[in-house]
């Protein structure tokens, strides 16, 4: 089954402890991303990987950190968490551009995970 | 500036009826691609339909469809005969290539549907 797996889903913790988030998916798609979603705020891109060994910053790149080792994996890193990290994450992935083969058309649509929902105290 | 606009944080729909979610958009891209997400309370977000910039013909998936107005820069999400399960979060995106290749898909603020039975 075609999948974007976060881990973990649900977090507390405690400010400056360091932490990762998982991010695996089995589609082999190129792109990868963070977003970080707030009441009121919609999807904040955190950061993104266009392919292995390339990754930009998004939109609220401040207080964490990312890694594309290996095109399937991009986990999310957060150094020393603070309370205004308090947040849902989501990971997601997907081809680049639409383009028709076979007769199906790839849209370039977003696969997300199912969420992570962190709590800084 | 916002790249994706969505004007409407709640909307009500009576149950069986038709109702039309707001996304206006803002690019320079020739070339970009249009969504819309799903998310009900149980969190995950769950892709609905998809406009391309060069579709000439508005997409439609089952009751959702995309009013894709390019001269306007509007992509409004259409839902005929609402049910209840279509209470949720609905989110509006655009994906941009930029120069240089970098690939954005941007996301609206979102707009919270409840439909009444």
């Known amino acids: 089954e075609a999948q974007v797996t976060q881990n973990p889903r649900y977090l507390i913790t405690v400010t400056g402890k360091k932490l990762t988030v998982t991010c695996s998916q089995n589609?082999?798609?190129?792109?990868m991303s963070w977003y970080r979603q707030d009441p009121g705020l919609g999807l904040r891109q955190i950061y993104y990987?266009?392919?292995?060994?390339?990754?930009d910053k998004g939109d609220v790149p401040e207080g964490y950190k990312v890694s594309r080792k290996e095109k399937r994996n991009f986990p999310l890193i957060l150094e020393s968490p603070s309370p205004n990290q308090t947040s849902l994450y989501f990971c997601?992935?997907?081809?680049?551009?639409?383009?028709?083969?076979?007769?199906?058309?790839?849209?370039?649509?977003?696969?997300f995970g199912e969420g992570s929902r962190l709590t800084v105290l | 500036a916002q790249k994706i606009t969505q004007t409407q944080p709640g909307m009500f729909v009576q149950e069986k009826e038709a109702v039309t979610l707001d996304c206006t958009y803002d690019?320079?891209?020739?070339?970009?691609?249009l969504f819309w997400y799903k998310q009900p309370s149980s969190g995950e977000m769950i892709f609905l339909i998809y406009?391309?910039?060069?579709?000439?013909q508005n997409a439609t998936e089952g009751r959702y469809s995309l009013n894709f107005q390019k001269a306007r820069k509007s992509a409004n999400l259409v839902i005929s005969a609402s049910q209840l399960g279509d209470s949720a979060m609905y989110f509006c995106?655009?994906?941009?290539?930029?120069?240089?290749?970098?690939?954005?898909?941007?996301f609206g603020r979102g707009t919270s549907l409840i439909v009444h039975p």
């Open positions: 997601a992935s997907s081809l680049f551009s639409d383009f028709i083969q076979g007769g199906t058309r790839n849209t370039g649509e977003l696969f």
């Open positions: 995106a655009m994906r941009e290539t930029l120069s240089g290749g970098s690939y954005i898909p941007t």
């Open positions: 589609m082999n798609h190129e792109y």
């Open positions: 406009q391309g910039s060069y579709d000439e």
């Open positions: 690019t320079s891209d020739q070339s970009y691609g």
């Open positions: 990987s266009m392919n292995v060994e390339v990754t």
